[in-house]
């Protein structure tokens, strides 16, 4: 994580604030290794899709091969949201449509900005995580650092 954490600092913008990381159970197809999660806070000058194209070519560098959906990988970079964008297109769908129903996102992105209004649900991250209904367990490993 610290490699991509460096990375994406190098391609793509200044990093403003980071999550704790949490440890959570494989979802989807879940007889593979927990995951590791964390939410950056991101200053960009990139538009969205050009964005998500550098996120892509991070996750390449550093060894990520989709073989199987939602299966076993190195690194996997998504954008959550951005600045109240709303964008669908073949590359990127944005807000990440499946948030709202994740704790694991939702989780450590309500510690960086609960107050962060969905843009297509208009509820506080806070609330879209108090409401979540995803009982998957979500564990906190490390506070941030700077």
Not at 45 to 56: A, G, R, S, T
């Amino acid at each position: 994580m610290d490699q991509a954490i460096e990375l994406i600092k190098k391609t793509c913008g200044s990093i403003v604030s980071k999550s704790s990381i949490y440890e959570t159970a494989a979802w989807g197809l879940t007889e593979q290794p927990d995951f590791l999660n964390q939410v950056l806070v991101l200053q960009t000058k990139l538009e969205p899709e050009n964005l998500m194209k550098q996120l892509l070519l991070i996750e390449e560098a550093m060894g990520r091969i989709r073989s199987i959906k939602m299966g076993p990988r190195t690194i996997d970079l998504d954008i959550l949201l951005m600045e109240g964008i709303i964008v669908t297109t073949e590359l990127l769908t944005l807000p990440h449509p499946a948030l709202p129903k994740r704790r694991f996102a939702l989780l450590p992105l309500s510690e960086v900005a609960p107050e962060l209004i969905h843009p297509v649900e208009k509820k506080a991250i806070f609330h879209l995580l108090k409401d979540c209904t995803d009982t998957l367990d979500v564990q906190k490993i490390t506070v941030p650092t700077t």
